[in-house]
């Protein structure tokens, strides 16, 4: 049996991070994954996403070239499926053709034992792997997330991708029925959308992007309709079949039919706790198959247990993970950390982008939160008008009482890089009328901030 202080199952972003920061500090460390080091972000999720968002904007940019004068005519495209092809081409290059060869060998020349293979407690203090045990004295649970395919009929009878098998499949598809109107579902839709497939957005909630900024939401919602997005709110599929022409005909719960040549599922991911012996330590998931952590990011209950990542249920995003991972190695190395959660930022990175952080009124208020908002038109600032009369909105939302800001949602370009401001403003507590002094360089988007945020620091100030 071999001997660690610290074994960490799941060499995703959190525990990868974890075993190497340890392994760097002189701690012996045993990684244990099945699949990739670097988990899903680097090679099936965020990255190849990314990569192929911003091919398709920049499709999509071609086609408003004369628009914003560089040139003096928009220029003819290719063909779809060809265009298709060299963003495929490119994505896979950005994602090292989804091999892990050089993150596997960083860990490694970091000190850490990296150990390919299922990991599952088979007694207190040992992890067994496929037959070779791993003893420990802290275990660290970084084992992620999976995608979640709802009990639909017939679902498992027609062509269908989960997110992951969609940006790591090669071909573009003529037809597509994406359910779930979270960011993956709607970052999606406008990929395809944007190289000529036919799209159906399918969302059982009244609104895309979950429960941000109901405003927000409703921009975005009609952004992706102006894409050509048929976005469908407050319906579910119901059931599935095969048509003769190998078509996949999903059944609504409003009585209507979409056929597609694939359903791209997309309706979350649920934490990865089942089978890896968490009984033998007594540790009880919650409902949603997530770990109850401490601010500490221990597993409540346990004095030797930690957990990072998705499997946490907390915010999770490979931000939220890394933040996490940075906890858990601070206090497994005696430097006390807490966790704190008010401003994890969240994105969809469509054109425009959606940015988000802490919360919103409603969701204030049902905290007894004493909540005012004010919102700015993107499309007033200078910056618009030299971008092409790029618009959108931003809302922000703060404590009468404690005057300070607790939320800030917005779409517009680059939203997701200028929500900066506001996420460290909510996360040190910057008084608003700091905040209302601040001076943006004109002209830039992050001007934006300056009216509402005088309106209200006056109401503060009142």
Request: glycine share 10%; with cysteine.
């Amino acid at each position: 049996m071999d001997t660690f202080d610290v074994v960490v199952i799941g060499a995703g972003s959190a525990g990868e991070s974890i075993a190497t920061s340890l392994a760097e500090e002189g701690r012996s460390v045993a990684l244990v994954e099945t699949l990739r080091v670097g988990g899903e972000c680097p090679y099936v999720a965020c990255m190849p996403s990314k990569a192929m968002l911003r091919s398709a904007q920049a499709r999509d940019e071609a086609r408003s070239l004369a628009e914003v004068a560089g040139a003096s005519v928009s220029p003819t495209l290719d063909d779809d499926d060809l265009a298709f092809r060299a963003a495929v081409e490119r994505r896979d290059r950005v994602v090292e053709h989804r091999d892990d060869t050089s993150a596997a060998e960083a860990v490694e020349q970091a000190g850490v034992t990296l150990v390919r293979g299922r990991g599952k407690l088979s007694r207190p203090g040992v992890v067994d792997v496929e037959g070779r045990e791993l003893a420990w004295t802290d275990l660290v649970l970084a084992t992620g997330s999976q995608p979640v395919t709802p009990p639909i009929v017939g679902l498992d009878r027609v062509p269908s991708w989960t997110s992951d098998q969609a940006l790591s499949a090669q071909d573009r598809p003529a037809s597509l029925v994406i359910m779930g109107g979270g960011p993956v579902g709607c970052e999606l839709a406008q990929l395809h959308v944007r190289f000529g497939v036919r799209t159906t957005l399918v969302e059982a909630g009244p609104q895309v992007a979950g429960k941000e900024e109901p405003s927000i939401a409703g921009l975005l919602a009609q952004v992706l309709r102006d894409d050509g997005v048929d976005v469908r709110l407050g319906v579910e599929v119901q059931r599935a079949e095969l048509t003769e022409a190998g078509l996949a005909r999903v059944h609504l719960s409003d009585g209507a039919t979409v056929e597609a040549e694939r359903v791209l599922v997309a309706v979350g991911r649920k934490p990865t706790t089942d089978g890896i012996g968490l009984d033998v330590l007594g540790i009880e998931p919650q409902d949603s198959g997530a770990l109850a952590v401490d601010a500490h990011c221990r597993v409540v209950g346990q004095q030797h247990v930690w957990a990072a990542g998705d499997v946490t249920g907390t915010a999770p995003f490979t931000h939220t993970a890394n933040y996490q991972a940075r906890v858990v190695s601070e206090n497994l190395l005696g430097r006390e950390r807490t966790a704190d959660y008010r401003a994890v930022p969240r994105a969809v990175y469509t054109e425009p982008a959606v940015a988000s952080v802490g919360i919103h009124a409603e969701q204030a208020r049902e905290q007894g939160i004493d909540a005012m908002t004010a919102v700015m038109d993107v499309g007033e600032v200078a910056r618009s008008a030299s971008e092409g009369g790029a618009g959108g909105r931003l809302v922000l939302t703060a404590d009468r009482e404690a005057g300070v800001l607790i939320g800030a949602a917005a779409l517009g370009p680059r939203a997701d890089e200028w929500l900066s401001e506001a996420t460290l403003a909510i996360r040190a507590r910057v008084p608003l009328a700091v905040l209302a002094d601040v001076i943006h360089a004109f002209p830039t988007f992050g001007e934006a901030y300056e009216p509402p945020l005088r309106e209200l620091a006056g109401k503060v100030a009142g």
